[in-house]
């Protein structure tokens, strides 16, 4: 029987969020990787969770869409943070998660009181209150991706802050396959990464990569807030808008805080980069408006932060289907795979996205869940 020698890998994962180093931390933790045989480069346009990874709510849910792969990931939230102290590094913790109708209401004419419920609230702003008795929990988005940026270096995979710019190919079309990836540094300078295997998580910025992979990019508001009392553990998911997560102290914090994120727009084009987004401070402001028509502790409390994200997001939320993410590879080329189109869900689904993808890349297919709904060919036009 003749022995075939492990095959050498040079992998670029492009995208510095929670896709792209959730996806080069589990591709260290394969099986079959030997930093000897292949090497791994985390590329990263402009800094680490400098996106939506740095700025998202961070609700981790097994009840999150799709279906097929959010169930795999919460599972893998939960080892991550046992493995590695993800309570203590990036605030990992279990959450009530509710769906909630508020009423807006002059809070300077009504005595301070508690509301039955949510105690945090002001009196008779409650208006429908519905649990998810799914399994939910919560991250800071920001500390869970430079963290598995962190242990995947740790594992030897190489960080390298540059715009990615071209994708180069064989020029053998009967067999298309990637041999390298140009991207510019800081200074301006032009440099080439050979890649075997590219796998772009470059979120709402992966059509300037790939134009045939066409994705909306709406942008999103949030404010973080220092409250005047502690928040209990409870995500509130309002009917309408804000979202509200209460966060515990943390590295970022040394006090608990309370993340609100407002509805989308899709008024302001994608930037370059993402250190080049646009806040709208009067949306920030409408973030904090509404907060302070509900709750005391939110309305004097104080504002830490007012900014703003892109999230990359396949076509508009549709009742009832589930939509995206495209995780996979691109059809008609050899190594180039995607993992892009998270929506809302990033944060969630970018444990359970890096080991599918570090199947895909090491094995051939995902093992650990059936993520067929998701490939590329459902969604990339031509395809």
Sequence with gaps: MTMHPPEKKKIVVIGGGAIGAS????????????????????????????????????????????????????????????????????GYRYVLCAEVALEARNL??????????????????????TEILSHSAQVNPFLYTTNMARLAAE????????????????????DRSVTSVE???????????DATDVIVAAGPWTPKLLPQVQLQAPRGHSVVIKP??????????????????????????DFETVYSAGPDDYDVPLPPKTDEVAVDLQKCDDITKALSAVSLPLRDGQVLARQACYK?????HEDGEEVGPMIGSLPGTRGLWLATGHDEWGMSN??????????????????SAEVGALHPRHFVRGQ
């Excluded at 970018?350 to 093992?367: D, I, L, N, P, Y």
């Design 23 to 90: 996806v080069a931390y589990y591709l260290t933790r394969h099986p079959s990787y030997d930093p000897k045989l292949h090497s791994i480069t985390l590329l990263e346009a402009t800094s680490i969770a400098g996106g939506s990874s740095g700025k998202a709510g961070g609700l981790v849910a097994n009840w999150a869409t799709p279906s097929c792969l959010a169930p795999l990931s919460f599972r893998k939230h939960i080892e991550l943070a046992e493995t590695h102290g993800g309570d203590r590094l990036w």
């Design 108 to 129: 300077d004419n009504l005595k301070i009181a508690k509301d039955p419920e949510i105690d945090w609230l002001a009196p008779r702003v409650l208006k429908s209150y």
């Design 155 to 174: 594992k030897g995979a190489q960080g390298i802050i540059g715009k990615a710019t071209d994708i180069k190919y064989s020029a053998d079309n009967d």
């Design 183 to 193: 991207y510019t540094t800081q200074n301006g300078s032009v440099k080439r990464l």
């Design 228 to 253: 005047t009392q502690p928040i209990p553990l409870t995500g509130l998911e309002d009917l309408i808008s804000p979202e509200i997560y209460p966060r515990p102290a943390d590295t970022l914090y």
């Design 312 to 316: 990359p997001q396949i076509r508009a």
């Design 350 to 367: 970018s444990a359970g996205t890096g080991v599918v993808v570090s199947e895909m890349v090491f094995e051939g297919e995902a093992k």
